[in-house]
């Protein structure tokens, strides 16, 4: 197979992380007789030093015309502490994210059985829980029209969903919970929100359509609550934008470590692939930063973007046997890991790409 | 003293919790030689059935001229299946928080010794964590223009601060932590939200007044991830209506469960206590639900609204006695739990009225 791919390492320790899933990338093409091509591009804080803008139009061409992109990360602390800062890395990933039409944001949570102990959750809580989440994610808070007004002394931010935008994701929701336990759990604000209403009335204008799925809704609170109450109660949970953001993120301690999760963003467009872990600035250059959420995320790419099942499942194994043999990255140690297993980005790397080239 | 006391049952399992919480209230009362007079009156889905309005007028002026309230919960299963409903219960509640200018929403979280495996969490994660949230409960989301555009078609909700709101909440925040243990934790998605920013500026400008606290800023996301990853690296918390909606719930596993969680909604007039629980018809009028939160609601009444910390005192500590002899309810209870340890809603009542009388 011959596919294009760009990578786009972004910013803090996206650099080092994507690195990794490059190198898995070649080893898989040459294992498995593909021809992979490569590009990079810039996005966020770094791409805003280069040219003064968060995605510069270069980066966004060569997205569309790649078959797949490998994400890093975006963010600086910069921003964050400068409220009034006008143009920032997020901007970036925003636009990338609405320019690609990218409305699915797919999350699989899933517990290495390695990593039962890794987590602050008890293990007995934990083994089993298996949650595919479909973010939306080029709608709600994210997109709709912000301002300040009254003389700076007052901000808003519009919280918007079209019918289209929510069923399009929920539909997507639906069919993979065909392929999986057949149960959906749709999560909203219903009892206050007007959006979160007709987010409702839609899931439940489609349910008919999949009468073999068994829909929940759960308001965002009790949620909250319940994915750490009993994570094993969901299988496939669909969301808005910023619940699908806070929820993702929390569900993170299910898999023991938020440099675990892999996430891959589809729609209409080219599909990107990242980790759901950000930018990680406190750690950036030292090379401590757990890469296998990257090397999951080019698994994700390969079979949702290339259809290459065998391709994505050996890097899983991979991975696997890479904490079997009892190999962490410092995120996922505990007090128990010996000190030589305990390793570096590239260490952790190696150890991948030893078990591929096997 | 001389006090009077409302108590608004609401829906659901309320009736059952805030009669054993007044309960409390009258031996309280005789046991500290104190006044009590106490009225009733009616707030959510029995208020829209009785009057047709979710917080009938007379409701609210009994409320204005309590000296505090002792509320239950609100909500109803049927008007959460139904989007398109136009009286809602949640209206209630929500015009009862905005009329009494209830906009701080203190939500202490503290886990009692005894309850450690209760949680999800594991024991060496949670014992000693002691959160305070300040959820602000008059903005947001909550209260912003909402409506129906495009035939029908598309939803909105305005999210939406103003500085004067924020910065009364985190000032009450400020004030909390400098009596704990100086750190204060601001909640926010300003790498997104106007409204964010704005939040953040405020805190920002008002760091320099309490020189002796330590600010630290956290997007919803990382907070929601590290509030399970890691409770006790948090002491005070503030955060906006939605936002602390959602965490407040979630951290409800730290105590080990919801049925154990008090807050005092406090502002320009009344206080109105209540547990953060809801109106849980799967299990109403069984005489199972924990009237602990209830119990608990009562102790920051008599705290924070009459200033009788003696007598706030004597009820905390008669439930840590009470749990100390193991008597649990059923939402608390474990495997090793003997069955006749475990308590309906009455009986757990007296276990605490006895301990009182004592
Ligand atoms: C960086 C930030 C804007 C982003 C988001 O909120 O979507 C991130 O948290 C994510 O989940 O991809
Ligand atoms: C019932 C609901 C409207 C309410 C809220 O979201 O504020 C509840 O969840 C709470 O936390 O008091």
Redesign the interface.
């Known amino acids: 197979m011959k596919k294009h791919i760009l990578v786009v390492p972004g910013d803090g320790i996206g650099a080092e992380v994507t690195n990794v899933g490059k190198q898995v990338l070649e080893v898989i093409a040459q294992k498995f007789g593909h021809e992979f091509t490569y590009d990079e591009a810039l996005i966020g804080h770094v791409a805003i030093e280069a040219t003064g803008s968060p995605l510069p139009d270069e980066t966004l061409t060569k997205m569309r015309s790649a078959d797949a992109v490998l994400f890093g990360a975006v ?1 600086h602390p910069k ?3 400068d ?2 800062a006008k143009v ?1 890395p ?1 901007q970036g990933l ?1 636009k990338m994210r609405k320019e690609l039409g990218l409305y699915a944001n797919l999350r699989p949570i899933k517990l290495f059985d390695e990593l039962l102990d890794a987590s ?3 293990p007995e ?1 934990l083994r089993g829980a298996d949650i595919l989440f479909f973010r939306e994610l080029t709608g709600d ?2 997109f ?1 029209k ?3 007004i ?1 003389e700076g ?12 935008e929510v069923e399009r994701i929920v539909r997507k929701a639906f069919e993979a919970a065909r392929t999986r336990s057949k149960k959906l759990c749709s999560v909203d ?7 979160s ?2 987010w ?2 839609v899931v ?1 204008s489609l349910a008919p359509e999949y009468p073999d799925v068994t829909v929940e ?1 759960q308001f ?3 949620a ?2 319940l ?4 994570p094993k109660r969901f299988d496939v949970v669909v969301t808005g934008n ?1 619940f699908g ?6 569900a ?2 299910i898999a023991g470590s ?1 440099g675990m999760l892999a996430s891959a963003s589809v729609g209409d467009s080219t599909g990107v692939y990242e980790p759901i872990h ?1 930018s990680a600035h406190d750690i950036t250059g030292k090379g401590l930063a757990n890469p296998l959420a990257s090397v999951l995320s080019v698994a994700l790419l390969l079979d949702i973007s290339f259809g290459l099942k065998a391709e994505s499942e050996t890097i899983i194994s991979a991975v696997d046997s890479v904490l079997k043999a009892g190999f962490r990255t410092r995120d996922i140690a505990n007090s128990t890991t010996p000190a030589d297993k305990v390793l570096g980005t590239n260490a952790m790397g190696e150890q991948i790409l030893q078990r591929l080239l096997a």
């Open positions: 963010g921003y964050d502490n409220p009034s920032r997020e925003l602050s959750i008890k809580i808070v994210y709709g912000r301002e300040r009254d002394n007052t901000a808003y931010d519009t919280m918007i969903y079209s019918k289209y604000k219903a009892n206050v929100l007007e959006s209403r007709l409702r009335e439940q809704h965002i609170d009790a909250a609550m994915l750490i109450k009993d910023l953001d806070i929820l993702t993120d929390e993170s301690q938020m950000g």
